[in-house]
């Protein structure tokens, strides 16, 4: 895969990399498009004080379904220590009339309570630290060294969902191409049951992921970053 970056551009997606690390940065922008049709923009703001690294993304957008529009919509949001411990979670997932929130905190135990409201009532579930390897939003902002195990599949907590997924992860190291220079990015690949997800990690742009594609019961979604 060849792709080659104007100067501008490599340095406004060097500058979005940058602050996205700081605390109270400007939120980082993807566009979304599902069926080959711009559907939304998804903001992601990555903000780290006090020992916590804090994610946050959203978007919102009406999806061509046969010949009607399904509303979808979503907010994530996950703070975690440097070993990725998670202290606190919440989700709220609007699909279609079916609503789901979720919300999560570290106990003094150690586990990670986390209560869940659907159409079905409330639930609540605690999840120990050593059922998890990291959680779903990782990949924003943190290079996959840092949170790949080594264990396959890896114990995914699911941050949209709530729950623990294993997941297979498989690495390929890819180079892209600016300026005549190569461009090193890790290609993950993400398989969960019949899904099958991918994301892109430029090195040189703190490892955000340049494009992610991701795939759900609804379909394929696809999410570049805007540069």
Same mark, same amino acid.
């Not at 996205?20 to 940065?25: D, L, N």
């Not at 606190?88 to 997932?93: E, T």
């Not at 494009?211 to 696809?222: A, D, H, I, K, S």
């Given at each position: ?18 602050? &996205?690390? &700081? ?22 703001? %990555? ?18 379904? #046969?010949? &009607? ?21 919440? !989700?709220?997932?609007? @699909? ?6 979720? !919300? ?10 986390? %209560? ?34 080594? @264990? ?25 191409? #600016? ?7 890790? +290609? ?9 997800? +991918?994301?892109? +990690? ?21 999410? @570049?970053? %805007?540069?």
């Amino acid at each position: 895969m060849k792709t080659t970056f104007l100067s501008g551009a490599l340095c406004g997606l060097l500058g979005l990399a940058i602050s &996205a690390s &700081a605390a109270g940065a400007r939120p980082i922008s993807y566009e979304v498009t599902f069926r080959d049709a711009v559907v939304a923009t998804q903001t992601v703001s %990555i903000v780290q004080s006090a020992g916590l690294t804090t994610v946050s993304c959203s978007f919102k957008a009406d999806l061509p379904v #046969f010949v &009607a529009l399904h509303h979808y919509s979503e907010e994530l949001s996950v703070s975690f220590r440097e070993d990725g411990t998670v202290e606190r979670l919440a !989700s709220r997932i609007q @699909n279609g009339p079916v609503q789901t929130v979720i !919300s999560g905190a570290l106990q003094s135990n150690g586990g990670l309570q986390i %209560i869940r409201t659907d159409m079905a009532g409330v639930s609540t579930s605690l999840v120990a630290r050593q059922d998890y390897d990291f959680h779903s939003l990782a990949l924003y902002g943190t290079a996959p060294a840092k949170f790949l195990p080594a @264990n396959s599949p890896a114990r995914v907590l699911q941050i949209a969902e709530g729950r623990v997924a294993p997941v297979a992860i498989q690495s390929i190291s890819e180079s892209e191409t #600016f300026e005549r220079q190569n461009l090193a990015s890790k +290609h993950l690949v993400w398989t969960e049951g019949i899904h099958v997800s +991918h994301s892109w +990690h430029p090195e040189r742009f703190s490892d955000l992921p340049r494009r992610y594609v991701r795939q759900t019961e609804n379909g394929e979604f696809l999410f @570049n970053l %805007i540069r």
